[in-house]
Structure formats: C-alpha cells, structure tokens
C-alpha cells in the first residue's frame, strides 16, 4: 500500500563468468555490520572489480525514466538501516510511496547486483564514495544533478567545502554525501598514557607483539602517507617498499592480524594489543567499551585520519527517477539526516543536523582540529606509470601470506 517501507536481505545474484567476486578470502569477513571498515572495505570490492569487468565488460545502459511526479514504488539496494522507516515516514505519507529496500551486507553486493542487471531496476543506491570510480568505470550510474536537492545547499562548510567536484567523475557528479565519518589510530590509553602522534611510534620496540593490524589492504593507503609517498600516485618502487615495510610490520610487530573489527576491539578492551597499525573507524571505542573496557581511545595522527562518506547514487536507467531525487533531498535534510545519524551512531552531512547529534563518537568528529587533519578516502587509478587498484591488492597478497 502506499506509504509502506519494506525491506529484505539482499541475496547475491550469481556472479559474472570468471568474477573474482567469488573469492570468499576477498569478501567473507569483512560485512558492513561485523567490521563496519568502510573506506578499506570499498578497496576490497576495488580489487574485485577489475575481474568483473575484464570478464563481462559493461552489462548496464540507457538512462534515467526522468520527468514524472513524484510517488509510487521507490526501489533501492542500501545498507541496513538506510532506508529508516522511521525518518522516512512523513515523507512517504504525504506521496504516497512505498519504499522497497533491498538490504546489502557487504560492498559486493553493490557491484554483483548492478551488474548483473539491477541497475534499471534500482531507484537509488547508497555506495561509500571510494566505489564511485569503479561504478561508473562499469557504466551503472547516472550523473546526480545537485540543483535537483536543494539540501545540498545545508551540507556543513566541510561537505560545502568538499563541494560537487570531490564526488565527480570525469567532470560529472554521481553522488550526494548522506551519512560520514573517519577511520583513525584507536588505542588503549590504560597502556598508552600518552596518545600516538603518529602510526610509526607504533614501531618503537615496547611496543613489540603488543599491535594489532587490520587484514585490509586499505594499510596501503596509510603506510605509504607516513612514509613519505604520495599514496594514489605511487610508482611500483614506491610500493614495493611500503609493502616490504608492512611485511616487517606485521611479522614482527603484530600480535593480532585480522579483518574483524569486533576481534580488535576485543583485544583492546583485554589489553592483548594495547594499539592498532591500522586506520579504524572511531566508534571501535564504544564496541571496546561494550566488552568491558573504557580506556580504548582514538586519535588523528600526524598523517592525519581518512574520511569516509556513504552517499545516494541513481543505479544507470534506474525506475520514478523524480521520486528518486525527492527521497535522496528528504534523506539528507535536517530532520532525517539527524534521526538516521542518531539511529546508527554516524554523523550527518546536514549543518542543522549536527546540533541533534547524541553519539559522543560522532559529536567529537566535528572538532576544527579533527576536520583540517582529515583526507577524503580514494584509490589509486594507475596513470602515467603510476600502480593501480590491482596493484594494491596483489602487494597486500604478499602481506597476508606473509
């Protein structure tokens, strides 16, 4: 009936001949709810992407139904929670829609399903914005137009300053920002009276056998800042040598080596690991506390922290593209933009929004000296010599089996 809001758990449709996306080492797990890794988990669905797309190619065309009014049935495919009954409710009521949200559990889902041909099917997606690249690489996206969601205009002076461009693609703008935060240098401040000033303090030898190291290949992105190199423009030297570093790290200074965030957050409220080598999202500190422990604290060091942004995306020709855009300026207004935030312990893009923010995680991440020290997440394209994505992700191979 109009007004409802259904969802269902999103079940992975069969992958592409040859997809590397059937590697369970790639994706199993990391999930959106057991890790919550967001920017490295974007990277994981990087590295297998690029097989999809040597095997299939584009499987996506046409382009948005546009025109119409707004109402009816409103498709999407959004990580849980996104979709909110509760912060869309008015906004379904007063035209008449009823939303159906397919529930995705990890980063491949977003890439198996537009694929595989659900694109034209999806009204609106809600990729984190290190997938952008990727997805309209794969030609299943269509450009957002910004002067349709005139509450892009209230995002807060930092998602101002970061503006259209920071989410465009060869000149064109595929998302608008809807939920962020940042990944940063979680320790235990019961071991480490004195915050980390930067992720190689973490080397010095008291702290041997006492680290823990995300299994994530965006440790590539981190390493090679605080090593001097231009981590997206990397030449393959330069990345041999952050890879051989992390091989050193992780067999000589790590004591946990995982890609749950949980089991880290575990270990640190334990004091098994007294700090991480790797960015992690600020809230591991409240998961640290629900396991007994209030001391796990973070930090932005010197080579500051990596902001991540879950966005609203319109998949290629995708259905009610007028609603589509109604609900992606509702969802990102003052009133929904706060309630989703609240709901899910993140903070909103909304200016007006940030006065309603209750998680103490989240109010924190708005601090000036927080903000300046912070860097929109990406990934490496491979230019002009330059390594890619697949570089990356074959150099973290060699971390793992290490």
């Known amino acids: 009936m109009p007004g409802e809001s259904t969802n269902v758990k999103s079940q992975a449709p069969a992958e592409p001949a040859g997809s590397a996306l059937s590697s369970e080492s790639i994706f199993g797990a990391i999930t959106r709810r057991q890790a919550m890794a967001r920017a490295g988990g974007a990277l994981f669905a990087a590295s297998a992407l690029g097989g999809v797309l040597s095997a299939c190619g584009s499987s996506a065309s046409g382009s948005g139904s546009g025109g119409g009014s707004v109402g ?17 409710a008015a906004f379904r009521k007063k035209n008449g829609v009823t939303v159906h949200a397919e529930i995705i559990g990890s980063n491949s889902e977003v890439i198996t399903k537009l694929l595989a041909g659900g694109a034209s099917s999806t009204a609106v997606v809600t990729p984190g914005n290190g997938l952008l690249p ?32 920071s989410f465009a693609i060869n000149g064109q703008t595929y998302a608008a920002p809807f939920l962020w935060g940042i990944n940063s240098l979680v320790y235990n401040a019961a071991y480490v009276q004195q915050a980390p000033a930067s992720y190689m303090d973490l080397m010095k030898p008291e702290y041997t056998n006492k680290i823990g190291l995300l299994d994530d290949v965006g440790n590539i992105q981190t390493w090679a800042t605080v090593l001097g190199h231009d981590a997206l423009n990397m030449s393959p030297a330069e990345l041999k040598k952050v890879t051989e570093f992390l091989i050193e790290l992780k067999t000589k200074q790590a004591r946990v080596f995982t890609g749950d965030f949980d089991a880290l957050a575990q270990a640190l409220a334990a004091g098994d690991i007294v700090a991480v080598a790797s960015p992690l999202w600020t809230n591991v500190s409240q998961i ?115």
């Open 288 to 402: 640290a506390e629900q396991h007994g422990s209030k001391t796990v604290k973070w930090t932005v060091p010197s080579s500051g922290g990596i902001l991540w942004t879950d966005t609203w995306a319109l998949p290629k020709g995708g259905p009610n593209r007028e609603t589509a855009y109604a609900w992606i300026d509702w969802m990102i207004g003052q009133p929904a933009n706060a309630m989703v935030a609240n709901e899910l312990s993140e903070a909103p893009v909304n200016g007006q929004a940030t006065k309603q923010v209750e998680n103490t995680s989240s109010k924190a991440l708005y601090a000036p000296d927080v903000q300046e020290k912070t860097e929109l997440f990406g990934f490496p394209v491979g230019n002009n010599g330059t390594v890619s994505y697949q570089d990356w992700t074959s150099a973290w191979k060699e971390v793992e089996a290490a």
């Open 134 to 165: 990727l997805l309209v690489e794969a030609e299943v996206l269509d450009p957002v137009d910004w002067s349709k969601l005139p509450n892009t205009k209230k995002y807060t002076e930092q998602f101002k300053k970061l503006g259209e461009k």
């Open 72 to 88: 009816g049935e409103l498709t999407m495919l959004v990580w849980e929670g996104y979709d909110s009954p509760k912060a869309s």
